[in-house]
């Protein structure tokens, strides 16, 4: 067939003939001014891999640090610009041709993600923790990622002096997934980023320094279960578009409310068919619910976080939660409004399975990262019941909750750096004993933050969780509240066992030693414990932002 004849039948097929010849290829239209955050840390995050290969290793470190830290402050200053032009209420919009929502909740969720991973960066940077090695200061990662553990290739790069500074673009790949996936607007959108976000998020936790066997273990395990998870999510995406005909997000809502007012020829079939909004939709939730870490879809999280450099692991707790939520929210809210009462129950057996099994599997714990990993999953538990509310003050409290937990457990991983013996950092249960004792001050600032963690008074957890539980009881959810309360006491028995172990126990002769770090790390610390506190005395004003914050644009 002659190309001739190939391009007839192609334009024919698409709607143009030769006859109407002013019909053209329309542009699209994008709004770089509101996509600012993303487009700096996506730019720098690309300048970063640039200086990988041009800017001399000795300077590397500097430089990455550097740009790293700058497009961090850089992209938050955007969200503040943004949301003082009123695009966070009253010129809340999709932009970028329906792809991004620019509204209060995105907003406010990417201004997280980016105070975060800025706090996080630092405990990333930190190189005074560990001896120096062969005149060299290290960091928590390999000296070459690509070398085989324990060859001669690896002994030579820490010989050298190498540093992975590669660690520093691949977090700020990572960060620009993270912007866009609360903010995602259409399926095809919110899968990308999910994808965006979780691939630098494998490589992160296969490079740390010690135990590098355990730390590839992680990264495997991470990246078959998230395959899967993705799997599911793609599946799901391709039976609403059976669906409804489309992956935008309003479209799929009009459908499902029955407002459509045009039907697609090529689907009209399946168009409106019960069975695929529900079976996708459950698909699409199980992605998202195995990124927030709920049961049944959380046996990654205690291996990678055990597994992964420490640092990663604060920053992926953290800001990965804050995404996957913000996500959640957004096609509950926005695209299943629907479908509320349908998936109520089961939201509800999750909600519940998450809060107990992650409270009651945390005290047979003994390792310190492990016990945490663990707290998150009874925390996305908690979550979950400020999700089911179903009312403008669930979205507020579960925005507020991730504001707080996300800077908790950043500040917490980084006291985990701390603690240290022979072979790096000492994460076994026993090995804290006495530190209370040892290092008063380490001690206090882990105390406050697990105070945090069980929710006691005066910490930002209490706020948190009590916004979450009013909101959840007044949504009709007031079983999960009971649920939660049991599942908080609970919980609250082993942080304070930790606790009593480390100020009413003897400390071991051979006990780890507490490095000192360098401001870095002092910062991040001291920013968690500055948080936990401001939220906890004084949380009215960020519960108002959070209610400003807390209308999504459809």
């Given at each position: ?22 019909q ?7 709004e ?5 955050p ?10 970063g ?20 830290v700058?497009?961090l402050v850089?992209?938050?200053a955007?969200?503040?610009g ?6 966070g ?15 209060g909740p ?5 201004g ?26 290290v960091d ?18 820490v010989k050298?002096?190498?540093?992975t ?26 899968f ?7 691939l ?13 066997l355990m730390?590839?273990e ?13 799997a ?7 039976l609403?578009y ?6 935008s997000?309003a ?11 045009q ?8 168009m ?23 049961v049944?879809?959380h046996?990654?999280t205690?291996d990678v ?6 640092p990663?692991?604060?920053?992926m707790?953290?800001a990965?939660?804050?995404a996957?939520?913000g ?5 509950l ?9 349908d998936?109520r ?8 399975v998450?809060?107990v ?55 917490a ?23 209370g ?9 882990f ?5 945090a963690f069980a ?7 209490f706020?948190?969780?009590?916004a979450v539980?009013k ?10 509240v ?6 908080s ?6 942080y ?6 480390m100020?009413?126990?003897e400390?071991k002769?051979?006990g ?5 770090p360098s ?13 936990t506190?401001?939220l ?12 400003q914050?807390g209308?999504?644009?459809?």
């Amino acid at each position: 067939m002659s190309a001739t004849a190939v391009h007839s039948l192609w334009t024919m097929a698409g709607g143009v003939t030769s006859a109407a010849p002013e019909q053209k290829f329309q542009a699209p239209v994008i709004e770089y001014t509101q996509l600012t955050p993303v487009l700096i840390v996506i730019g720098v995050a690309v300048l970063g891999v640039l200086a990988e290969a041009f800017v001399p290793r000795r300077a590397r470190y500097y430089t990455q640090v550097f740009l790293t830290v700058a497009a961090l402050v850089a992209a938050f200053a955007a969200v503040i610009g943004l949301a003082a032009a009123g695009y966070g209420t009253t010129k809340a919009h999709i932009a970028a041709m329906g792809a991004i929502a620019v509204d209060g909740p995105a907003l406010f969720l990417q201004g997280v993600i980016l105070l975060t991973s800025l706090v996080a960066v630092f405990t990333f940077a930190e190189r005074r923790l560990d001896p120096e090695s062969h005149g060299s200061r290290v960091d928590s990662f390999a000296a070459q990622a690509a070398s085989v553990p324990g060859s001669d290739s690896e002994k030579a790069a820490v010989k050298a002096g190498f540093t992975t500074t590669e660690v520093f673009p691949l977090l700020l790949f990572a960060v620009a997934g993270m912007l866009v996936f609360p903010a995602a607007n259409d399926l095809l959108t919110l899968f990308v980023a999910l994808e965006v976000f979780s691939l630098p998020l494998y490589l992160l936790c296969a490079v740390a320094r010690r135990k590098r066997l355990m730390s590839q273990e992680a990264a495997v395990k991470y990246f078959l279960l998230g395959a899967f998870s993705s799997a599911f999510l793609l599946f799901g995406i391709a039976l609403l578009y059976g669906y409804a005909g489309s992956v935008s997000y309003a479209q799929i809502a009009t459908v499902v409310d029955g407002s459509i007012q045009q039907i697609d020829p090529a689907l009209a079939d399946t168009m409106g068919n019960d069975v695929l909004l529900l079976i996708g939709g459950a698909m699409i939730l199980t992605g998202l619910l195995f990124k927030v870490g709920a049961v049944p879809f959380h046996m990654w999280t205690p291996d990678v976080y055990q597994g992964a450099p420490t640092p990663v692991t604060g920053f992926m707790a953290a800001a990965t939660k804050v995404a996957a939520f913000g996500a959640l929210l957004r096609l509950l809210y926005v695209v299943l409004p629907g479908l509320t009462w349908d998936l109520r129950p089961v939201m509800w057996g999750i909600a519940i399975v998450t809060m107990v099994g992650g409270a009651v599997v945390a005290i047979t714990q003994t390792d310190i990262k492990r016990l945490l990993a663990y707290s998150s999953i009874a925390h996305a538990g908690f979550i979950l019941a400020g999700v089911i509310a179903a009312t403008p003050q669930g979205i507020s409290s579960v925005l507020f909750y991730l504001a707080t937990y996300s800077f908790v457990t950043v500040g917490a991983f980084a006291v985990v750096t701390l603690v240290r013996d022979a072979g790096g950092e000492a994460t076994h249960l026993s090995k804290w004993a006495g530190l209370g004792r040892r290092s008063p001050l380490v001690a206090a600032v882990f105390a406050v933050f697990l105070l945090a963690f069980a929710g006691i008074p005066l910490t930002s957890g209490f706020s948190g969780k009590f916004a979450v539980f009013k909101a959840a009881a007044e949504g009709g959810a007031s079983g999960l509240v009971v649920v939660g309360v049991i599942s908080s006491a609970i919980a609250a028995f082993f942080y304070i066992r930790v606790i009593v172990l480390m100020f009413f126990s003897e400390p071991k002769a051979d006990g780890p030693t507490v490095a000192v770090p360098s401001p870095l790390t002092m910062t991040t610390i001291a920013v968690g414990v500055a948080v936990t506190l401001v939220l906890g005395l004084a949380p009215q004003y960020f519960l108002d932002l959070a209610s400003q914050a807390g209308v999504f644009v459809r």
